[in-house]
């Protein structure tokens, strides 16, 4: 369900719009992978509804919708496209 949510997500993102459609599979992997890894220490492959709302990585998440692409805030934003781009690389 996560990651439908980002799905559906990303093409309301300001910080988004130049997402290549080829890489748009990718990047929602990556941001699913990355609300998991911070809500689901247990490794169950999934994750309470309240710990999400109470994270900081919604809140990071969510704050696409306002950046600009180059917005410098972005640079540290785990959800941003140019992140998503060096996990991408990385791996």
Request: glycine share 4%; proline share 3%; aromatic share 10%.
């Amino acid at each position: 369900e996560i990651f439908e949510f980002v799905g559906r997500s990303v093409s309301t993102m300001s910080a988004l719009r130049s997402l290549p459609p080829e890489f748009a599979q990718h990047y929602c992997e990556i941001a699913t992978r990355r609300f998991m890894f911070a809500h689901d220490a247990k490794k169950r492959g999934r994750c309470r509804i309240s710990d999400l709302l109470a994270g900081t990585a919604l809140a990071d998440f969510n704050e696409l919708h306002a950046a600009d692409e180059d917005d410098p805030r972005l640079t540290k934003n785990w959800f941003s496209l140019a992140s998503a781009r060096r996990v991408r690389k990385a791996f």
